[in-house]
């Protein structure tokens, strides 16, 4: 069987960076790792620091991208954007957390965002 989903994500991913640089986002680190977890985009959004998670579908079959980003995604990237504001010593900065959902449609790719999608508890 013949999985796309890899080069699906990538292409997702990278729909979404663009996007995001049109809405003039400054992408500062893509595909950022620790022992916490991964984000797939950290961004400014003017003064802002961004964590932003891309989920990219082939249509609603499995439901929404954004769907995808359940409480348990969210304490995961909640760990992570701890973990990285304080690594890089930004405790002064506000943070939020988007979500761009993307949608394969044939070879054109379809980007929402969500602005501030869910709060730190």
Known sequence: MDDDRPTLGSRGEAAAERFLR???YTIVER?????LGEVDLI???RSVVVFIEVKTRTGDAV????????RRKQRQLERVAK??????RLHD???????????A???????????NAFEVR
Request: proline content about 2%.
């Open 43 to 45: 961004a400014l959004d």
């Open 83 to 88: 973990y990285y504001l304080s690594r890089h």
């Open 31 to 35: 595909n950022y790792r620790c022992q």
């Open 93 to 103: 900065r506000d943070a939020r957390f988007d979500v761009v959902g993307v949608w």
């Open 63 to 70: 439901g929404s991208p954004f769907e995808a980003v359940d």
């Open 105 to 115: 449609e044939g070879d054109e790719l379809r980007c929402e965002l969500i602005r």
């Open 22 to 24: 049109r809405q003039r």
